[in-house]
């Protein structure tokens, strides 16, 4: 492939519009000297002579160069036009965005996300990686995604965050389980009880952490890779579990059992759940615009919600 750059173009395209090389170098703020490399260097690369560049007789592009110009002009325009629609500039934004999310929520956020983001930017192709800290963050930390939605909980240093809503760890019990008649639950009245316990990061160790912090040990039935299956052994009557509260869930298994969902008192892990991007870099016009429609849709308000940054 023949090798030459964008400026190199805008340099052949402008010299159509003198009479001289001095004049075209005068002009565009080049040596005459530079200018006639930078030619020759395009010309080298295309593989044909270009232009016409003698002192006596002027600068005149060749037929070649002629044919050359117009289909330069042509590139030059529709790289501007790509630039103008990923940024905005045409008034529709247009390109990728890749967003992360947490797997424990993501049926609770992204349908609202993908169902109404499209929508109001019909041009952004949005691209979905739904996993754990442990998978989301290298993938922020390489550049494969833009930005994620997680839990703002044992995240390492070096990411920007802006809240979406606030979470707390509940129990979420057996419809028919004694401790569902009450309003709340206190941890030392689950402690022996058996816990179906959602194995993932940084859920699993923040479980852990919360019995620990109280002196206690949770006794664990089972580990389940997905809260859909915790969810629907609960419903079994089999054992509770300890999520984060979330919106758009209905308190029932995916069977259709019912469960009981109550708050901890005193209250454990109260934290957010939070877009993230890496420290220093700016989001694209696409991805701010689909972290704005996120924060709107999960009703907080973006002056409320701040911005907070953690080098």
Same mark, same amino acid.
């Given at each position: 492939? =023949?090798?030459?750059?964008? @400026?190199?173009?805008?340099?052949?395209?402008?010299?159509?519009?003198?009479?001289?090389?001095?004049?075209?170098?005068? =002009?565009?703020?080049?040596?005459?000297?530079?200018?006639?490399?930078?030619?020759?260097?395009?010309?080298?690369?295309?593989?044909?002579?270009?232009?016409?560049?003698?002192?006596?007789?002027?600068?005149?592009?060749?037929?070649?160069?002629?044919?050359?110009?117009? @289909?330069?002009?042509?590139?030059?325009?529709?790289?501007?036009?790509?630039?103008?629609?990923?940024?905005?500039?045409?008034?529709?934004?247009?390109?990728?965005?890749?967003l992360?999310?947490?797997? =424990?929520?993501?049926?609770?956020?992204?349908?609202a996300?993908?169902?109404?983001?499209?929508?109001?930017?019909?041009?952004?192709?949005?691209?979905?990686?739904?996993?754990?800290?442990?998978?989301?963050?290298p993938?922020?930390?390489?550049?494969?995604?833009?930005?994620?939605?997680?839990?703002?909980?044992?995240?390492?240093?070096?990411?920007?965050?802006?809240?979406?809503?606030?979470?707390?760890?509940?129990?979420?019990?057996?419809f028919?389980?004694?401790?569902?008649?009450?309003?709340?639950?206190?941890?030392?009245?689950?402690?022996?009880?058996?816990?179906?316990?959602?194995? =993932?990061?940084?859920?699993?160790?923040?479980?852990?952490?919360?019995?620990?912090?109280?002196?206690?040990?949770?006794?664990?039935?089972?580990?389940?890779?997905?809260?859909?299956?915790?969810?629907?052994?609960?419903?079994?009557?089999?054992?509770?579990?300890?999520?984060?509260s979330?919106?758009?869930?209905?308190?029932?298994?995916?069977e259709?059992?019912?469960?009981?969902?109550?708050?901890?008192?005193?209250?454990?892990?109260?934290?957010?759940?939070?877009?993230?991007?890496l420290?220093?870099?700016?989001?694209?016009?696409?991805?701010q615009?689909?972290?704005?429609?996120?924060?709107?849709t999960?009703?907080?308000?973006?002056?409320?919600?701040?911005?907070? @940054?953690?080098?």
């Amino acid at each position: 492939m =023949s090798k030459f750059t964008l @400026r190199q173009l805008e340099l052949f395209v402008a010299l159509a519009d003198f009479a001289t090389l001095s004049e075209a170098a005068a =002009s565009l703020h080049f040596s005459e000297s530079a200018l006639s490399q930078a030619i020759t260097r395009l010309e080298l690369a295309v593989g044909e002579q270009l232009c016409i560049r003698r002192k006596a007789r002027g600068l005149k592009l060749t037929a070649a160069g002629e044919y050359f110009a117009v @289909r330069a002009r042509a590139l030059l325009t529709e790289a501007e036009n790509m630039v103008a629609e990923m940024n905005g500039a045409t008034g529709q934004l247009k390109g990728p965005v890749k967003l992360g999310c947490f797997a =424990s929520f993501a049926a609770s956020v992204l349908p609202a996300i993908l169902g109404g983001f499209p929508k109001l930017h019909p041009g952004v192709d949005v691209e979905v990686v739904v996993g754990t800290h442990a998978e989301l963050l290298p993938a922020l930390e390489n550049g494969r995604l833009d930005l994620a939605i997680v839990y703002d909980m044992q995240l390492p240093l070096g990411f920007q965050r802006q809240t979406i809503y606030e979470t707390e760890l509940q129990a979420v019990l057996p419809f028919d389980h004694p401790l569902a008649q009450q309003a709340t639950v206190d941890l030392p009245e689950l402690a022996t009880e058996p816990l179906i316990m959602y194995d =993932s990061s940084p859920s699993t160790a923040n479980t852990h952490r919360v019995f620990a912090d109280r002196g206690l040990h949770p006794t664990i039935l089972a580990h389940m890779p997905q809260v859909i299956l915790v969810q629907a052994l609960v419903g079994r009557g089999l054992g509770y579990g300890l999520l984060m509260s979330r919106p758009n869930w209905a308190p029932v298994s995916i069977e259709g059992f019912p469960v009981a969902v109550r708050p901890l008192s005193p209250p454990v892990s109260q934290t957010t759940m939070s877009a993230i991007w890496l420290e220093g870099s700016r989001l694209s016009p696409r991805a701010q615009a689909l972290l704005d429609f996120t924060v709107q849709t999960f009703s907080i308000d973006p002056s409320s919600a701040g911005l907070r @940054r953690r080098g």
